[in-house]
């Protein structure tokens, strides 16, 4: 076998790990839900970069065979290293495009990893004298056990680090990229006019029936993607029955379709008339992503929000 062919067979972990880092952004690019991109993710994440780190620290120490007791503390190793590196490579990402994105720091973990294994070949190529084998003195396995963390003997230590911070990572890694049901990602907000100014006060809270009023609508998009939205403004009556809330009859207002760029903002003057008397009164919005249902709620809408009216009945009315 030539010089080259042996430091190949010699990195053969590190190849693995240059075709992890490969199929872990291909799979978390097709992933479609947060499920299906949490495998690739906690590979790519929390072990690969811990991994190339401690193979690059002892590169020049003679490797272990790849036993059941190596692999566990090796893996055990990169998780916390990983653990480590990972905090450092998020701030470095938030620093310099101003939001931590999720391409931002699959983009920089992807160069690290490849970057330090390449590194990392390199100096194992340095240490094996240019002939694709280690010159060193064979060490007996009494000196491999106990060596250390990378190829010591399975302790009960060893065992509760691993368990501790797999269970660490597998939580972290949950909540990191599984989206919560409440997570925001879109803004939908209210606002008045005041001075020359919008703020998010001062609504009109006290109309007389038949008068005008407006509110503005604003939408923020923070979905990191372009996103078709449909805002729905509607009056409402509602009966209050402990903490349900049923709609006893409602106007539309307004309903605009529109489209934004990531961190770009819509927002909208809603001019309306208090034509329905009480105090149950409100002033909704439903926010859809596509278009809205024939009968928009808010346990269909994406985002709902709304502001309390009281209408007073006009002398006319005879409410």
């Known amino acids: 076998m030539s010089s080259i062919a042996d430091e190949l067979f010699e990195s053969r972990d590190l190849l693995a790990v240059g075709v992890s880092v490969a199929i872990s952004v291909v799979t978390i690019a097709i992933g479609t839900t947060g499920v299906a991109r949490l495998p690739p993710a906690v590979l790519l994440l929390l072990v690969l970069p811990g991994y190339v780190t401690a193979a690059f620290a002892y590169a020049g120490r003679e490797r272990a065979p790849w036993t059941f007791t190596t692999v566990v503390e090796r893996f055990a190793l990169s998780l916390g290293g990983s653990l480590a590196i990972l905090p450092l490579l998020a701030i470095i990402v938030y620093l310099a495009v101003g939001a931590l994105t999720t391409w931002g720091l699959v983009g920089l973990v992807s160069g690290?990893?490849?970057?330090?294994?390449?590194?990392?070949?390199?100096?194992?190529?340095?240490?094996?004298?240019?002939?694709?084998?280690?010159?060193?003195?064979?060490?007996?396995?009494?000196?491999?056990?106990?060596?250390?963390?990378?190829?010591?003997?399975?302790t009960p230590s060893t065992v509760i680090l691993a368990v501790s911070v797999i269970l660490a990572v597998g939580t972290l890694g949950t909540a990191v990229t599984v989206p919560a049901d409440g997570e925001t990602a879109t803004d939908l907000h209210l606002l008045t006019e005041q001075g020359g100014r919008l703020v998010a006060n001062d609504y009109p809270n006290a109309l007389t029936q038949g008068e005008s009023a407006a509110i503005t609508v604003g939408v923020t998009n923070d979905e990191h993607r372009p996103v078709e939205y449909?805002?729905?403004?509607?009056?409402?009556?509602?009966?209050?029955?402990?903490?349900?809330?049923?709609?006893?009859?409602?106007?539309?207002?307004?309903?605009?379709?529109?489209?934004?760029?990531?961190?770009?903002?819509?927002?909208?003057?809603?001019e309306f008339r208090a034509s329905?008397?009480?105090?149950?009164?409100r002033f909704v919005t439903y926010l859809y992503r596509g278009d809205p249902p024939e009968n928009p709620t808010a346990d269909t809408a994406y985002r709902t929000t709304y502001v309390w009216l009281d209408i007073q009945p006009s002398a006319a009315s005879g409410e």
């Open 112 to 154: 690290y990893v490849v970057v330090v294994a390449a590194a990392t070949v390199v100096r194992r190529t340095g240490h094996s004298g240019g002939g694709g084998h280690r010159t060193g003195p064979a060490r007996s396995g009494t000196e491999i056990s106990s060596s250390g963390l990378l190829s010591g003997g399975l």
């Open 230 to 270: 449909t805002v729905v403004t509607e009056l409402q009556r509602v009966q209050l029955s402990g903490r349900s809330v049923v709609v006893t009859d409602k106007r539309r207002i307004d309903q605009h379709a529109f489209e934004l760029a990531q961190g770009e903002s819509w927002r909208e003057s809603e």
């Open 276 to 281: 329905l008397a009480g105090e149950n009164v």
